[in-house]
């Protein structure tokens, strides 16, 4: 009688010694970083997940941006975004613990997945690009990887939603005026087929080629650059999204004084329903830089996209899609009827779902990804959210604006 305590006693130290170490995902609130640990003998820079997420809303802070009108000042918003967003993060390599001047986050969960975050600067896996999308000469695919990034606003924001790590509460998702988002998108494309991205900024990264699903250390080239700000004077979307090029041609003393505005977009022109632009086509939501020097193809009907993004949408249509559960695709069927595309291109709020009775993730396509890849992986988990959203949804969405 006296032995069986013991041996209870034991069992319980011998799993708070295996608890400690080898912790399960999220138990004690931390977030994995990558997909795969470094490789033997690697010593370059390794990736850390920046998660120590605000536990009270930030102050303001300076919002340079709000000294512009996106609609009459485009060039003058974007660009002030754009020095907002570097300052601090160029000097460090993007290292952002290592920032002085403030603080920006990750999303996680994006570790998830055969695409998923690498080890080196944190990239996960994007639509690629097809023959001829980024340049005429281009006669390969090429594959395209990328990081965001969230300000302090964000961070507090995207820390409610994990605040239990084992149980995501997706009814937190309300990103405050002030929230900034950014992205830095590479290819490996080769600058004979692309040769725009001469003199640019590269990066080592932990990735696959097209060729092949296994990861080795690649080069990446800068290609793509996104923004986005909550911004309460977009009165239809609470939104404002940007998107810059990089242009090895224009002057600039650095690679990234090298990037160029596509455009900058509030809203998703839903009077505008015709397929492709036109002469009798004119967008009021939406400004495209008449001087983006590389070729570009844009969304649809002239909407605003990046090189990355698929042509069919625009940078705003993929965003609002962001949702729990994800019922619809990011982008409208193929061969669906003007009418039905047209859903894709409505004005809805920050906190309204793309689907009735789904639960709106402010926009956050991170948010809605590292929610379903964290749901893929603890099926039985719980996830906080509108009464429908919990239950069985008809399909998930398998074309995302971060993955293939």
């Known amino acids: 009688m006296k032995a069986e305590p013991y041996r209870m006693c034991a069992s319980a130290v011998t799993l708070l010694v295996l608890l400690c170490l080898f912790p399960s995902e999220g138990l004690a609130g931390t977030f994995p970083d990558a997909h795969d640990p470094p490789t033997a003998g690697w010593t370059g820079p390794v990736f850390k997940l920046s998660q120590d997420y605000p536990s009270t809303a930030p102050t303001t802070g300076p919002k340079p941006w709000k000294s512009f009108s996106f609609k009459t000042q485009p060039k003058q918003y974007i660009n002030s975004v754009l020095t907002y967003c570097l300052a601090g993060n160029v000097e460090h390599d993007f290292e952002l613990e290592k920032n002085t001047v403030r603080k920006w986050y990750h999303a996680p969960w994006m570790h998830s997945t ?37 300000n302090a606003r964000g961070g507090y924001t995207i820390g409610r939603v994990w605040r239990d790590p084992n149980s995501p509460d997706a009814t937190a998702a309300h990103f405050s005026d002030g929230t900034v988002a950014f992205k830095l998108l590479f290819t490996d494309a080769t600058v004979a087929e692309v040769p725009y991205l ?3 900024f590269e990066w080592q990264a932990h990735v696959t ?11 990446v080239r800068l290609l793509q650059v996104d923004v ?30 090298r990037l160029v505005p596509v455009g900058l977009m509030w809203g998703n022109d839903p009077s505008v329903t015709a397929a492709t632009a036109g002469p009798s086509v004119r967008l009021s939501q939406t400004w495209i830089n008449p001087d983006v020097g590389p070729p570009q193809h844009l969304g649809r009907a002239g909407r605003l996209n990046g090189p990355v993004d698929n042509p069919k949408s625009s940078c705003m249509s993929c965003h609002m899609t962001a949702e729990y559960k994800a019922v619809s ?14 859903r894709w291109f409505r004005n809805i709020g920050a906190t309204t779902p793309f689907d009735t009775g789904q639960q709106a993730l402010g926009y956050s396509l991170q948010l809605s990804a590292g929610i ?18 919990r239950r069985p949804a008809r399909r998930i969405a398998t074309v995302r604006r971060g993955e293939p």
């Not at 080890?119 to 695919?141: A, K, M």
């Not at 749901?375 to 906080?384: N, R």
């Open 209 to 219: 080629s097209t060729s092949s699903t296994t990861r080795s250390i690649r080069t």
């Open 372 to 389: 379903q890849r964290f749901v893929a992986a603890h099926p039985t988990a719980i996830v906080k959210a509108a009464a429908s959203a």
């Open 198 to 200: 001469h003199d640019g």
């Open 228 to 257: 986005a700000v909550r911004d309460t004077r977009a009165t239809g979307t609470g939104w404002v999204f940007g998107t810059f090029v990089y242009d090895g041609d224009t002057p600039g003393a650095t690679p990234l004084d």
């Open 114 to 150: 055969v695409n998923g975050r690498e080890f080196v600067h944190g990239l996960t896996r994007e639509r690629g690009s097809r023959p001829r999308e980024l340049h005429p000469n281009q006669t390969s695919s090429f594959q395209n990887w990328a990081v965001g990034m969230y």
């Open 329 to 342: 695709d990011m982008i409208p069927p193929t061969n669906a009827t003007t009418a039905a595309t047209m």
